[in-house]
């Protein structure tokens, strides 16, 4: 049997379709984003360049760019500095928080962990 449609032309259902496109109706992911140990910043000052609060919660439908773009405030750098890992691997700007989930840490204890490295300014 076929849903009867209400008026704007949708399937009655319980989901409110006029807040569909809010992030916080999402479900959501945690993430832990921890800096990467390099050893050619050892003797640098790491503490400018690392984050006072690691943990993050965020839509799952956040992606890796909108998380570079949160570090790059939170630590006044450049966007072509900061560099997003998974297991030593680099991530591609448009994966979403959960295409790595389900990818990568289904099935894990939260949070996800993610790590960042600051490229210095005068190595490219």
Same mark, same amino acid.
């Given at each position: 049997? !076929?849903?009867?449609? !209400?008026?704007?032309?949708?399937?009655?259902?319980?989901?409110?379709?006029?807040?569909?496109?809010?992030?916080?109706?999402?479900? %959501?992911?945690? *993430?832990?984003?921890?800096?990467?140990?390099? #050893? #050619?910043?050892?003797?640098? !000052?790491?503490?400018?360049?690392?984050?006072? %609060?690691?943990?993050?919660?965020?839509?799952? +439908?956040?992606?890796?760019?909108?998380?570079? +773009?949160?570090?790059?405030?939170?630590?006044?750098?450049?966007?072509?500095?900061?560099?997003?890992?998974?297991?030593?691997?680099? *991530?591609? !700007?448009?994966?979403?928080?959960?295409?790595?989930?389900?990818?990568?840490?289904?099935?894990?204890?939260?949070?996800?962990?993610?790590?960042?490295?600051?490229?210095?300014? +005068?190595?490219?």
């Amino acid at each position: 049997m !076929d849903a009867v449609p !209400d008026a704007p032309g949708l399937p009655y259902t319980s989901f409110d379709h006029s807040k569909a496109h809010f992030y916080r109706y999402d479900e %959501q992911v945690s *993430l832990c984003l921890e800096r990467q140990s390099s #050893s #050619s910043s050892a003797g640098k !000052d790491k503490s400018k360049l690392t984050l006072q %609060q690691k943990f993050v919660r965020c839509s799952a +439908r956040a992606e890796v760019r909108h998380l570079r +773009r949160v570090l790059c405030h939170r630590l006044s750098v450049e966007k072509s500095q900061v560099q997003m890992f998974f297991n030593n691997e680099s *991530l591609p !700007d448009h994966m979403t928080m959960k295409q790595l989930w389900l990818s990568h840490w289904f099935g894990k204890a939260q949070p996800l962990v993610l790590h960042y490295t600051i490229k210095d300014k +005068r190595t490219r």
